[in-house]
């Protein structure tokens, strides 16, 4: 059975940084992502903060973020790579090379985790 092309598709940088964001934020024991650099602090989009895509010809993702006190650090880590290579996958039709996690803190048990739509201020997030 022959393929018809019917024209390119694109898809952003910032789609893949979306589909990669809400992944991670979706598995348990994750609680926010953490800013990489001053400019992420300061930037109006609220998405993409800890999601960083290196090219998009290498397929590689690091991902920054905070954990919950009292999770398996190394479960949650592989659970995020896992999540993020199938969204990715699933959604966009790329595969990624590598999802890169970096821990760069855990927060302790009293601190309110931050509500889905507190971290993406995203209107399809309203279900």
Partial sequence: MATEQLGEIVIAPRVLEKIIAIATAKVDG??????????????????????????????????????????GVPAVAVAIQKA???????????EL??????????????TPKPDLKDLFDEDFLND
Avoid: C, Q, W
């Fill in 30 to 71: 994750v609680y926010s992502f953490a800013n990489k650099s001053m400019s992420d602090s300061l930037a109006k989009r609220s998405l993409g903060r800890g999601v960083y895509l290196h090219t998009a010809s290498d397929g590689e993702v690091t991902v920054d973020i905070y954990l919950e006190y009292g999770v």
């Fill in 84 to 94: 993020v290579k199938s969204a990715v996958s699933d959604m966009a039709e790329v």
């Fill in 97 to 110: 090379s590598a999802v890169n996690i970096h821990v760069a803190g855990i927060v302790p048990e009293k």
